[in-house]
C-alpha cells in the first residue's frame, strides 16, 4: 500500500515561469473516503495527514526523509516539457 507519493509539480496555466516546479514534493495519500458533515453538509476527510505537503530540493532528499520515516512510497518523474520552435514570421501567415 501506497502511503505517500513523491513528485515535481507541473507549470499550471496562470504561471509564465518554472519557479515553482523546481522542488520536490512529499504528499500523503488519503486512506478514509470522504465524507459528508451530518450538520452542514459540508464534504470532508478524516485523515488529517492529507493535508500535510513537504517541499525538497531534490528527490535524492524526498526518497531519504520518507526511507527515515518508515513511509511506503512512489514516485512519479516528471515528463519533459515539449517545445515548439517558433519564430518571428510565423505570426503573420
Do not use: C, H
Not at 519557479?19 to 478514509?32: G, Q
Not at 517541499?55 to 516539457?81: C, D, I, M, N, W
Request: charge should be positive.
Amino acid at each position: 500500500m501506497v502511503e505517500a507519493r513523491i513528485y515535481k509539480p507541473a507549470k499550471t496555466a496562470m504561471q509564465s515561469g518554472r519557479a515553482a516546479t523546481r522542488k520536490w514534493r512529499l504528499e500523503f495519500e488519503s486512506k478514509s473516503a470522504q465524507r459528508s458533515d451530518p450538520m452542514m453538509g459540508w464534504a470532508g476527510w478524516g485523515d488529517t495527514r492529507r493535508q500535510v505537503r513537504l517541499k525538497f530540493r531534490s528527490r535524492e532528499a524526498a526518497e531519504a526523509y520518507a526511507q527515515k520515516a518508515g513511509l511506503t512510497y512512489r514516485v512519479q518523474t516528471p515528463q519533459a516539457p515539449r517545445r515548439r520552435p517558433k519564430s518571428y514570421a510565423d505570426n503573420f501567415r
